[in-house]
């Protein structure tokens, strides 16, 4: 199967005319639409780095997963913690997909910005996003 990335005029015509091709051919075709572009290998990067630093922080803090989420169990937080238990449940309200994978590249500052906000006014906890240098 031909895989097609459609992003100007130009291809936007050739993936028309190969449309019309196929059709021509075989008078039954599927396609599969898939429109934004995923999250980049930096900001998966970024994701984790913040969630590491975050859980760090929390856990610095005394802020563990029973202060924060679960008022009878103590356990500290990790970054897989955050990711599922703080990142997820926040995506998920906000841009409405389950996998951070599924994330385009311009959804992750969104999810930041609540989950950034929510530990910094429930908690004192405030992170930068990371950057390339960090």
């Given amino acids: 199967m031909d895989r097609w990335i459609v ?3 130009t291809t936007k015509e050739d993936f028309i005319r ?6 021509e ?3 039954y075709c599927e396609f599969s639409v898939k429109t934004g572009r995923q999250r980049t290998s930096q900001q998966n990067k ?7 630093l975050l859980s760090e922080q929390l856990n610095n803090a005394g802020l563990d997963m029973r202060k924060v989420l679960k008022p009878s169990i103590d356990i500290p937080w ?3 913690l955050a990711k599922e238990f703080l990142w997820r449940p926040i995506q998920k ?3 409405d997909k389950e996998s951070t994978t599924q994330a385009d590249r311009n959804e992750y500052t969104k ?3 609540v989950l950034n906000r929510h530990t910094a006014q429930s908690f004192g906890i405030s992170l930068p996003w990371p950057t390339k240098e960090q």
């Fill in 7 to 9: 992003n100007s005029d």
């Fill in 18 to 23: 190969v449309i019309e091709k196929l059709y």
């Fill in 25 to 27: 051919d075989h008078k």
């Fill in 46 to 52: 970024a994701l984790h780095k913040y969630l590491g």
């Fill in 78 to 80: 990790t970054t897989k």
């Fill in 93 to 95: 309200a906000v841009i």
């Fill in 111 to 113: 999810v930041y910005e």
